[in-house]
């Protein structure tokens, strides 16, 4: 199906399912610990054996020798594989370290053997009886700030607009600030793991945990320099992702050859302690901004200039990714810069860009808001724009930003803020307000479906993962809207690459591109069933099928009916920006003697499309405004800059938001439709949940004590000194 | 007023106790006849006998297998997840003669003899517990791989605190402890949910302890 233009009413607009709140479908499989993650497929691999990684113990450098003669003879290993028996593999989609292979030694906990055993416990002993020997690499200046020095001013800008010049010359008021974000782990609960069977060294199946199966099915190819149809990827519970499982990882591929060494089925997790290092995480980022606005408090100039890290040949995080269209104003230069280092690799992470740029950004909001004195929701109004401002011939799609803000701040009560910093106390702690808008971009990507009638059920086929976001669900629904049918009769099939190729999940692309596809799919089945029966007009409600002379139930047709289609994204839509927005209020408490920071309650008010199932959407947004809370207050990945990795790597000391760490959350989806941006004129809400909620938090810190922190996590040992006397 | 701690929960603190010394004992005398002998090495694997969701299980398990290895790996119990290993995540939560245990900080030879019960043992998908139901409904999970953890925790939070056993948030320790959203936030602290559904697990618990009042 070729979405080519706007689509204006269709069945969507009088639906009984999709938009309606529904629990998972999945639901039973998970709270009974019945539905089977990646390193459980005994159903599958009942006979897999134990596969344990080694990772450098390095940041950089050469190994110039591995004896693991001991290990190899060590009780029940089955084979070893080191890195210096196998030449550098290729490297698959955004692999920018490689996986595998060779005596390169490019960040530290890099994969440099598998092991298998008959048990767990014998193939984590054998590894450690693997020596190893290393040539270190030059030290390098892992230091981002001093990088951001020299960088800074280089190089075109990636949006020039206007003469910026002149506005920070004429503005009223000016704001030039430095704003830290550190680096961010995903941590998701189930750590990267797979089961593969390549025994024979012929087919492969990977059972894997992965949010995109063909990424990681041509990347398998690429990576073993076989055919793609030798290989079969299944991933149909993902215990999260958050974009650390959008590549091929190490666990496959160790796995995959650990399986062709001993010729049994392997199955590999790796170790908490080596996810961090030996996976990708999200860059640290230094951001210089600037503003200027005039004293009506519309903003003349915007310079954003920022700097993160990369291994070489890697994209880092663009903390710059909103700036060029999050609001109005005349002028503005935006830059940023990818540094080169030679730390673990740096790649997408919930709402990449955004994320951290928002952080930046929605700090200095506030600040130009106080400068200006005004109210910083009002501040945010006046700066809307309904167009790209540095394209103003390009509108957004549909764009509710200040119904956003003022619904929030009439939710909130926002009118009995505090508006005296340090100026309210509950007891100990001293109470603060903020607010942060929030923006991310609405990608669409081509998605694909199979839909089969079978006596009366619906089947659908698609390679579209779960990763937590509701998609089996979702799905479920989008399909038995477009059929008319009931979501009990849908049974779904998803993340095999035997099914057609889907969007994936990631990019908050996943349900607005594949719950199209799934309509698309239907579309032909309906086509497909109408054609069968030779009706011309046929409509498909309650479970039948009517037009013309014909009315029967869909459990009538005894034959299997079948259809394939996917989406296909029209060039219309590069006539339009096309984002989601949103705004978020939270209610802080700072204990007056230690700097405390506590969150008392939040609100998130979200403008994107049509809500497909307000239960998992809203999940979504309360999940994002979690990770908000343990970026703003607590995640810090602590990177020893002498020896060039991150120290914390595990759960217990990369401090994620727990239970006791949140608060009373709510949740207001804006009842908006976009017909630009997808049939089922919806957008994906799944990272904007987490876009700007860390800056309403560091602007309610500044509330609650008049003390500016622009340096992420918002710890204590930040700002105590500065504290107001008590 | 009920009094301040529940009598069966001491009760199953004391077997607890008993049957991790045994255990111990049994390993050390392994230990001591192979120094005797000057052979090589004592016993690498034990025997131990675990009741699992109320079945008397017999495994030779390696010393070093942890309990949460033992249900995963021997019994094909896959639904206690391993989400760190380290006792940090809490997604290996089970329940130990009553009690909750993150079941990867303890080797399976400490558990001869232990009533083990799992999230299998709790309910099924077409006979959900309570619990359970309660996180379908207030949809407490998105990935899943938590939950197990956080239903095993989350039904002796309610116990836990029926029982009078405080936690650092309970004010007054003399007077019967409330089951208070704060109450609940603290002692599900132990279990992460990198998801973000603590809301929602919130409102299930809250639901159950309302209901089971």
Known sequence: MEFNQPVDSNLFDDAKVVGKPMQRIDGPLKVTGTAPYAYERNDAAPDALYGYPLGAAIGHGRITRMDAEAARSAPGVRAVVTTLEVDPLEKGMNNVARLFGGDEVQHYHQAIAVIVADTFEQARAASAMIEVDYEEGTPADLDLDAAFERVQGTGEPDTLVGDVGAAFRDAAQVIDQMYHTPGESHTMMEPHSSTVDWSDGENMTVWTSNQMINWNHQSIATTFGIDQDRIRVESPYVGGGFGAKLWLRADAVLAALGSRAAGVPVKLALPRPMVMNNTTHRSATVQRIRLAANADGHLTGIWHEAAAYCLPGGRGENATAQTPIFYAGDSRRVKNHVVDMPLPETADMRAPGEASGLMALEIAMDEMAEALDMDPVQFRIVNDTQVDPANPDIPFSDRHFVECLERGAEAFGWSERNTTPGGQRDGDWLIGHGVAGAYRGALVLPSGARAILDGGKLIIETDMTDIGTGSYTILAQTAAETMGMDVADVEMRMANSAYPVSSGSGGQFGAPSSTSGVYAACMALREKIAGNLGIDEASFNGGRVTGGDTDMALSEINEEVSAEDAIQWGDFQQGYAMGTFGAHFVEVGVHAYTGETRVRRMLAVCDAGRIINPITARSQVIGGMVMGVGAALSEDMALDRGRGFFANHDMANYEVAVHADIPEQDVIFLDTLDGVATPLKAKGVGELGLCGVAAAIANGVYNATGVRVRDYPLTMDKFIDRLPAI | ?213
């Open chain 2, 1 to 213: 007023m009920s009094p301040p701690i529940d009598f069966s929960l001491r009760r199953r603190t004391l077997l607890a106790g008993t049957a991790a010394a045994a255990a111990f004992s049994a390993v050390n005398r392994g230990g001591a006849a192979a120094q005797s002998t000057g052979a090589t090495a004592g016993p690498e694997t034990t025997t131990v006998t675990l009741s699992v969701n109320g079945e008397e299980r017999e495994l030779t398990v390696d010393n070093r297998t942890t309990l949460l290895d033992a249900l995963r790996e021997h019994l094909q119990l896959t639904g206690t997840k391993k989400g760190c290993d380290h006792g940090q995540c809490g997604a290996c939560t089970c329940t130990v003669n009553g009690e909750r245990i993150n079941s990867c900080l303890s080797l399976a030879v400490m558990h001869d003899g232990d009533e083990v019960e799992t999230i299998e043992g709790i309910g099924q998908p077409e006979s959900m517990d309570p619990m359970q139901a309660a996180f379908v409904e207030h949809d407490g999970f998105q990935c899943g791989y938590c939950t197990p953890g956080q239903i095993q925790s989350a039904r002796k939070v309610i116990e836990e605190i029926r029982a009078g056993i405080p936690s650092h948030v309970t004010g007054d320790l003399t007077a019967e402890i409330a089951i208070t959203d704060a109450e609940i936030r603290e002692r599900m602290s132990g279990n992460i949910c990198r998801c973000g559904a603590y809301a929602n697990i919130l409102a299930a618990i809250t639901q159950v302890a309302e209901e089971s009042a």
